[in-house]
């Protein structure tokens, strides 16, 4: 009989690059659970409006740009409610910049729980993406409500079949948000600096994606950098979906759907090489 049959757990050394151990995720599944219940609960728990504040960050975001971008500016929204519009995009937005924002920050802001107990790192991003679902869910619930309302009150709104790509556009955006997230969590182990970049890179990342602007007003010269965004595809499916307008193309979506696969499987990689020392540098 060997010694590590009496053990109900054997910790190994992840010596192998495509040795990910994505099963003990399973395993840890009620762990998810409680960081999914600690990332909702403890954002608001002291705040006089809790939750409120999912359905007074977008609805204030959506005013801001229909004065600035809509009125001031007079950027085309291809006929569609400015607040409509906007809203549709900050809605999917919002998903994916929380989810890189608050994974980006996994292993610095989660050292002391790192260092003392083990459990597959993994948990905490992926308990990002979930607790951040629920705040989308109810953002959803506010662009539903506006929609509902302009779709019976206007004749501008054309929503179609391709809203069943919705669930899919959602998983789609939550990954991309958790890849980008890992791998800029691996890096800021080692370079701090990085991570005062995130808030402006993502900011600039949202004015690449047609958010405040419809993508028909882009230049053809400049479409092809807009385009090259993965982000890009997905918002315009959305909107497409819901609006009846946007770019749908069925090849960009695919493009987007590789860059994904493609840069969570790096991350992946990338996380698990840095958990093994990262306490050594953080």
């Known amino acids: 009989m060997n010694q590590t049959d009496d053990w109900d757990l054997v910790v190994k050394p992840l010596n192998k690059w495509y040795d990910l151990r994505l099963k003990e995720i ?4 009620d762990l998810l659970l409680l960081f999914v219940r600690r990332d909702f609960v403890s954002v608001y728990k002291q705040t006089i409006l809790g939750p409120i504040w999912f359905f007074i960050q977008p609805i204030i975001t959506s005013i801001t740009f229909t004065v600035i971008f809509g009125n001031l500016a007079r950027i085309s929204t291809d006929g569609i409610p400015p607040i409509l519009f906007y809203i549709s995009g900050i809605t999917l937005w919002n998903y994916f910049s929380d989810t ?6 996994t292993f610095t802001a989660n050292a002391n729980i790192f260092g003392k107990v083990y459990f597959p790192r ?5 308990s990002v993406v979930l607790s951040n679902l629920i705040k989308f869910s109810v953002q959803l619930l506010l662009f539903l409500s506006v929609w509902v309302y302009f779709l019976i009150t206007k004749d501008d709104i054309h929503p ?4 069943l790509f919705v669930p899919f556009l959602i998983l789609l955006m939550g990954f991309l948000g958790l890849a980008f997230g890992i791998i800029i969590s691996s890096m800021t182990t080692k370079y701090r600096d990085l991570k005062f970049l995130v808030g402006f890179g993502v900011q600039l990342l949202m004015y690449a994606t047609p958010i405040v602007y419809p993508l028909s007003i882009v230049p053809e010269k400049y479409k092809w950098i807009i385009l090259a965004n ?6 315009e499916t959305f909107k497409f979906a819901f609006l009846g307008i946007g770019d749908f193309n069925i090849w960009h ?21 840095v958990e093994k020392s990262f306490m050594d540098t953080v």
């Open 253 to 273: 979506l695919g493009y987007s759907l590789m860059f994904t696969i493609i840069l969570f499987f790096i991350g992946l990689v990338v996380f698990h090489k």
């Open 160 to 163: 179609n079949i391709y809203l």
């Open 122 to 126: 993994m948990i905490v991003p992926l």
């Open 100 to 105: 890189l924002t608050k994974t980006s920050d």
């Open 26 to 29: 399973l395993r840890y599944k």
């Open 230 to 235: 993965p982000v890009t595809s997905i918002v």
